[in-house]
């Protein structure tokens, strides 16, 4: 199959869970034939088109500034850059049979809808994340025009995916109709079992933004309580973000300055895996994750995992398989729970997660739920009902 995968950045010119994930699918599609396609900013010197492993890179246009302001939100403006300039480089491509376009930031998906459109192709929306009437919250009252673009993305094709079965519950909520397919996140074992853990060992690690949905301040909260308890108790906090001030001086205020160190932004993956490999427990206490690929890279890491029990977070979806244990978001069930996992032995906590959550496994996946989709496109095309 030819397939394009369109998302505004670009793995490895900028890290995070969408990006490594249209990046692991791609090249291991590639590995398997299959000739891929990736759309996004140009966020690399030299050519607009490159080659990597495998994989033709298109950069359609310069990025622009992705987040703004003391808020740290990210800006509408380098999606609808992308969105300005998408559609003449995905359309002079030629046909794809797939074209597979991430939901956030929204707009990049109508470009690339009206090609796959125009060319006849399966377009597939994946979502990462359904906000709904957490627009309100992100934006106050222009939070309206977020649920209607989110709305309108939905009806651009019949043929959804999600990282999550949170993820999917949302989008059946937002009226989407079934058949949506669940297509998750994975992890690389083979790199995971070359890296050696940190000489920079902790009690607890958080890698999370510094932002509010990820309430790093209930976990400080906590490790001032465990504190009593555990005088020597160390934790490290990976991430920056628009917080990082105000958690810094609750750090200080709490007397936990021996007891807490923030590492600011790690950019190398392994050096991540390294202080997760060094860690006891991993806590994150966020209350919206549409996946959490941080909880299963902890657990892959062979480290337990203490959330926060609430229905925005997609992390709670891993804690049926062992080793994610959901609490209530205060600083003393944190505290509790926090400190009964460093007491057990991480045997009982910890399942082991190779096979079913490797990046070739969910590459089977997609190749597996693309041709289902063509051949449900297929049935409805003969029956004149698309």
């Known amino acids: 199959m030819k397939i394009a995968f369109v998302y505004d950045m670009v793995y490895p010119f900028r890290i995070g869970g969408v990006e490594k994930r249209v990046w692991e699918i791609s090249r291991r599609l590639s590995a398997r034939g299959h000739e891929v396609h990736v759309f996004g900013l140009k966020m690399w010197e030299g050519p607009p088109d490159t080659?990597?492993?495998?994989?033709?890179?298109?950069?359609?246009?310069?990025?622009?500034?992705?987040?703004?302001?003391?808020?740290?939100?990210?800006?509408?403006?380098?999606?609808?850059?992308?969105?300005?300039?998408?559609?003449?480089?995905?359309?002079?491509?030629?046909?794809?049979?797939?074209?597979?376009?991430?939901?956030?930031p929204y707009f990049p998906c109508f470009p690339a809808g009206v090609v796959a459109a125009l060319r006849k192709s399966l377009f597939l929306v994946t979502w990462h994340e359904v906000w709904g009437r957490y627009w309100f919250y992100y934006m106050g009252r222009a939070g309206s025009v977020g649920i209607f673009i989110e709305r309108l993305v939905k009806n651009l094709t019949r043929c959804h995916i999600a990282v999550s079965p949170t993820t999917k519950a949302m989008l059946l909520d937002l009226g989407v109709e079934e058949p949506v397919a669940v297509v998750p996140n994975g992890v690389d074992f083979e790199r995971i079992r070359k890296v050696p853990p940190s000489s920079e060992q902790s009690d607890i690690i958080c890698i999370a933004r510094l932002i509010p949905d990820k309430h790093v301040d209930v976990l400080i909260g906590a490790v001032a309580l465990l504190k009593a308890s555990i005088p020597e108790i160390c934790c490290t906090i990976v991430g920056r973000g628009p917080e990082e001030e105000r958690l810094n001086a609750q750090v200080s205020l709490s007397g936990l300055d021996k007891n807490i160190r923030f590492t600011g932004f790690?950019?190398?993956?392994?050096?991540?895996?390294?202080?997760?490999?060094?860690?006891?427990?991993?806590?994150?206490?966020?209350?919206?994750?549409?996946?959490?690929?941080?909880?299963?890279?902890?657990?892959?890491?062979?480290?337990?995992?203490?959330?926060?029990?609430?229905?925005?977070?997609?992390?709670?979806?891993?804690?049926?398989?062992g080793g994610v244990r959901a609490v209530p978001l205060t600083a003393q069930d944190f505290a509790v729970a926090i400190q009964e996992t460093l007491q057990s032995p991480l045997s009982t906590f910890v399942p082991s997660l190779e096979g079913a959550w490797d990046w070739d496994a969910v590459t089977e996946q997609w190749l597996g739920m693309a041709e289902e989709f063509l051949r449900i496109s297929k049935e409805h095309a003969a029956k004149g009902s698309l």
């Open 266 to 321: 790690v950019k190398d993956q392994d050096d991540i895996l390294a202080l997760l490999k060094a860690s006891r427990a991993c806590v994150l206490p966020s209350t919206r994750e549409g996946f959490g690929m941080v909880a299963l890279e902890a657990l892959a890491c062979g480290i337990p995992v203490v959330t926060a029990d609430h229905p925005g977070n997609a992390i709670r979806d891993l804690a049926e398989m």
């Open 51 to 104: 080659f990597r492993e495998g994989v033709y890179l298109h950069g359609v246009c310069r990025p622009m500034p992705f987040h703004t302001g003391e808020s740290g939100r990210r800006t509408i403006f380098p999606a609808l850059w992308l969105s300005l300039f998408l559609f003449l480089p995905l359309l002079r491509k030629g046909r794809f049979d797939v074209i597979d376009c991430q939901n956030f």
